[in-house]
């Protein structure tokens, strides 16, 4: 489906430049079609290497994320929050150091500033709004388990769900998938 509407504006395109005979840097007309298809290589291409630098990234920093969640799991919602905050100020503190030496430091210290203010408005916002939401001093651990317990659920009641129905829906969706390939 979506590959015919992208056939038909190639086409639209085409006729346009064939109309108005706009041509390329090499004084020919152009073809609309050669350029899309160039277009959605050098994307693919493009999009490949993101792909490869998210998983390299991930991989390079899953021992460390599986570390801070950890230390996170055994915390409270408060204590949560001033942990969120000494990180948001170390990455500030980090990316626009106060005295870095060099000709821009007064720019640095500044925008340094100004985002501690911001983390420490969002800090007092979240403490203030915290006892509303969640008990500060429930454990988050304990959270993450439920809401992945519930997740686990809903998912095994809507599996069943289809199953019951002949799995209908699965097969609905499977058949647009394939129609649109």
């Not at 969002?122 to 992945?148: H, T």
């Amino acid at each position: 489906m979506s590959k015919n509407g992208l056939n038909q504006g190639v086409h639209q395109a085409q006729d346009l430049v064939d109309a108005y005979q706009i041509k390329g840097f090499n004084g020919e007309v152009l073809d609309v079609a050669k350029l899309s298809k160039q277009a959605m290589e050098e994307g693919a291409l493009k999009a490949d290497g993101v792909m490869k630098n998210a998983v390299e990234i991930v991989e390079e920093n899953k021992q460390m994320v599986g570390e801070k969640l950890d230390v996170v799991r055994s915390m409270t919602f408060a204590e949560l929050i001033v942990y969120g905050r000494e990180l948001a100020a170390e990455s500030v503190n980090a990316a626009f150091p106060k005295d870095n030496g060099v000709e821009k430091s007064q720019e640095s210290r500044s925008i340094n500033q100004d985002l501690n203010t911001g983390i420490q408005n969002m800090y007092a916002k979240l403490a203030k709004a915290l006892p509303r939401l969640v008990k500060p001093d429930f454990n988050v651990g304990k959270a993450m388990d439920e809401v992945e317990e519930e997740a686990k659920n809903m998912a095994s009641e809507l599996v069943e769900e289809q199953m019951d129905n002949g799995g209908r829906g699965i097969q609905q969706a499977f058949q647009v998938i394939q129609q649109q390939g």
